[in-house]
């Protein structure tokens, strides 16, 4: 699985590192705090896709990613694009990375969550596991071990909203600098997010070469 090594049109656009600047499609990389698309209201008009959008109108965004989680986006160049890469994810054809710095330690090197998720709560948004809930499939692999906290490697097999941050939580594994399913004392809201996504790999639906985007993590 050979890395993407397509040049660049420029190091940035609208302000955002670019990792991939492809005929179909490129990859840029979101920061923490900043909303993938525009949410109700004034106060959350700001988002990755309007920034873009104002430089370069035409790109698309093929998916999401929380408003604290940090990493890769992918935006579609044109409509064909947009529906072709649009339907990988919808295949589950895309193999997302993420890694996570969270509180305590696993019991185990690895492992996987398959507890099915519900809308908790709405104001803020909060998942939990529930018997009438959306299946939800997250395999980990732990990194590294510290005093009190651990790194994991994350690989969600389905999309659900806040799926690894609720999975980690209900295994008592909440990561750090969540403000909604830490708890208070773990000092969340002192940090930023500590959740990443720094891999995408997929083939491309046009020539079927296998690209695959890294991003180094941002923090030590």
């Known amino acids: 699985m050979a890395e993407v090594s397509e040049s660049l049109e420029g190091s940035s656009l609208a302000g955002l590192s670019i990792h991939c600047w492809h005929p179909h499609f490129v990859v840029v990389e979101k920061p923490s705090g900043l909303l993938s698309q525009p949410g109700l209201g004034d106060a959350q008009s700001d988002s990755l896709i309007t920034r873009v959008q104002a430089v370069r109108p035409e790109l698309r965004l093929v998916h999401r990613l929380d408003r604290d989680t940090s990493g890769l986006l992918l935006l579609a160049r044109d409509q064909a694009s947009l529906k072709a890469l649009g339907g990988l994810f919808a295949d589950r054809k895309v193999h997302k990375l993420y890694a996570a710095e969270v509180h305590g330690h696993p019991e185990a090197l690895s492992g996987s969550v398959r507890l099915p998720l519900a809308r908790m709560s709405t104001h803020p948004p909060r998942y939990g596991p ?91």
């Open 130 to 220: 529930h018997r009438d809930g959306r299946s939800c499939l997250t395999l980990w692999r732990c990194a590294q071990l510290g005093t009190n906290r651990s790194r994991l490697w994350l690989a969600p097999r389905t999309g659900r909203s806040h799926q690894l941050r609720a999975h980690l939580a209900a295994i008592g594994l909440p990561v750090i600098g969540d403000p909604i399913y830490a708890a208070p004392e773990q000092g969340s809201s002192l940090e930023r997010l500590h959740l990443h996504a720094p891999g995408l790999s997929f083939a491309d639906p046009f020539s079927g070469q296998r690209i695959r985007v890294l991003s180094p993590l941002p923090w030590p």
